[in-house]
């Protein structure tokens, strides 16, 4: 099979860089290979009767096929070149939000209009932060929703399906370069069973791909360098609680400084209104956020993380590795994931099934009571204590007792890979886009990523 471009991985990079080939150059031949099913076919066991806690699929439906770790994700779209990624580090700030834009204007016109987009422009909450110690970052959030953000994908997936070859259930095993007739570099994958060659390979295989670009990376000999890992937990608590900054700013980035150890912790995916989830990473079981638009199925519940950032120097490399550990210690003590109430916590005892059961917050995650205190460094806990005071002065109630805390919430990050301003690897032709790169970390990065190699494709070809 011969493709002008190959894309691998269908998640939001690979489907923004697949929908923008479409409308630039219909003529181009593209096939998208993707290790997990098609969206109708993405289901995860836990039902929250049967089955409660992760079975490790082969698949992982929730991490793999089209759509990404993003098809169930609360579809918030930040616009900001303050977090989720430093692409504007390779193309430029202006070039970033430009593309960030014109990511959300596909959504909208995919399914998405009549969603809202909030800002922290003008906000007088900015001021209530810094007097409290505490740093909102700007950005503008298009808020999708799980519900809608799945209407998005099927949308684009329909307007897709019948220019571009999609190949589900088909993980890609390696990639081999080959000599073209004009003297370039072209590229095969392999997959079990055959293979396809393009003279364009973009991979695009986000977090669940991590190991996977490692072994191409080393295979190929593309340059790379170690990522941080956050590592910390899943706050959830009364939505009312939070309301004052949810109401106004539905998502906050809030960032805070320990007296202590002069650490940044910061909140990170916020759910009004929403449910704590399971994820796996890899086989190891980790906490994350949803929220959906349809009041339906709103709950009384806010969550959000607490993450404190971990980058390691000379000797030690291996920050992911690192995080995994803290993972699988939690993993280990609770058999998934561990819930403690904030206040048994302060006390130094674990949290069991009848403190649970008695707390003000009904956990909206069937998770083992535990204490979270055996598996955080100290370090890393501390600063998480001290985050949730200085987060009580701007919304009171955040320190109390019945506060439910879910561990553990790790962001592994993909190493960095060599990359030019263009996204392309030390082999021309093959470009490496979306969170697989290290580069982006979020919905809106690694979509902008997807279209800005799609466009430079559409010029060079
Ligand atoms: C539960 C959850 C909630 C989230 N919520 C948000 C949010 O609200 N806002 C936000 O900005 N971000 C959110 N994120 C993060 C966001 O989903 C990611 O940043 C984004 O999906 C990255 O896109 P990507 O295309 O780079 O990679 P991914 O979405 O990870 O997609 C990569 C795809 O590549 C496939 N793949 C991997 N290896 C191979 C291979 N060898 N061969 C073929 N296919 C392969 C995978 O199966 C996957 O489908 C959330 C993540 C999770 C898990």
Redesign the pocket.
């Known amino acids: 099979m011969n493709y002008d471009v190959i894309i691998?991985?269908?998640?939001?990079?690979?489907i923004f860089s697949a929908y923008q080939l479409m409308k630039k150059r219909p003529d181009l031949k593209v096939g998208v290979?993707?290790?997990?099913n098609e969206l109708a076919g993405r289901h995860c066991p836990i039902d929250g009767v049967k089955i409660k806690t992760c079975v490790g699929c082969k698949i992982c439906s929730?991490?793999?096929?089209f759509g990404?770790?993003?098809a169930?994700?609360?579809?918030?779209?930040?616009i900001t070149n303050d977090f989720?990624g430093t692409l504007y580090q390779y193309i430029g700030r202006e070039k970033a939000i430009e593309l960030m834009e014109y990511v959300d204007s596909i959504n909208l016109s995919h399914g998405g209009e009549g969603t809202k987009l909030y800002t922290t422009a003008g906000t007088r909450l900015k001021k209530t932060c810094i007097e409290n110690k505490l740093q909102l970052l700007d950005a503008s959030v298009r808020h999708l929703g799980t519900d809608i953000n799945y209407v998005v994908l099927e949308n684009l997936y329909e307007e897709m399906k019948d220019h571009i070859d999609f190949y589900f259930r088909?993980?890609?095993d390696h990639i081999e370069i080959t000599d073209r007739d004009d003297g370039k570099k072209g590229y095969r994958v392999y997959y079990e069973e055959g293979s396809a060659e393009a003279d364009y390979c973009i991979v695009?295989?986000?977090?669940?791909?991590s190991k996977?670009m490692e072994k191409v990376c080393r295979e190929l000999e593309i340059p790379t360098k170690s990522n941080r890992v956050d590592i910390g937990v899943r706050v959830e608590l009364p939505a009312v609680v939070f309301s004052d900054l949810t109401d106004e700013l539905y998502e906050s980035k809030i960032v805070y400084r320990t007296e202590k150890f002069e650490d940044s912790v910061r909140t990170f995916?916020m759910n009004p209104n929403g449910i704590v989830?399971n994820?796996n990473t890899n086989g190891i079981v980790t906490v994350?956020g949803?929220s959906f638009e349809d009041p339906a199925r709103k709950t009384e519940n806010t969550n959000f993380a607490l993450l404190v950032s971990k980058h390691f120097s000379e000797p030690f490399k291996d920050s992911n590795g690192y995080g995994e550990s803290i993972a699988r210690l939690s993993n280990m003590l609770g058999g998934g994931v561990i819930v403690q109430r904030f206040g048994d916590l302060e006390r130094g005892r674990r949290s069991n099934p009848a403190r649970i059961a008695e707390s003000t917050v009904q956990p909206t995650l069937q998770a083992t009571p535990g204490d979270l205190s055996l598996v955080l460094p100290k370090r890393i806990l501390d600063g998480i204590i001290e985050m949730i005071y200085a987060l009580d002065k701007i919304a009171p109630g955040t320190a109390n007792n019945d506060t439910l805390l879910y561990g553990v919430e790790v962001k592994f990050y993909n190493m960095e890979v060599a990359l030019s301003s263009d996204l392309e690897t030390n082999h021309p032709g093959l470009y490496v886009i979306?969170?697989?790169s290290g580069v982006?970390?979020?919905?809106?990065h690694?979509s902008a990523s997807g279209v800005y190699v799609a466009d430079l494709l559409a010029e060079k070809i």
């Open positions: 691998i991985g269908a998640g939001p990079g690979g290979f993707e290790g997990g929730i991490m793999s096929g990404g770790a993003g169930f994700s609360d579809g918030k779209y930040n989720g088909t993980p890609v695009s295989v986000g977090r669940s791909g996977w995916c989830v994820e994350n949803h979306g969170d697989g982006t970390h979020s919905l809106s690694a």
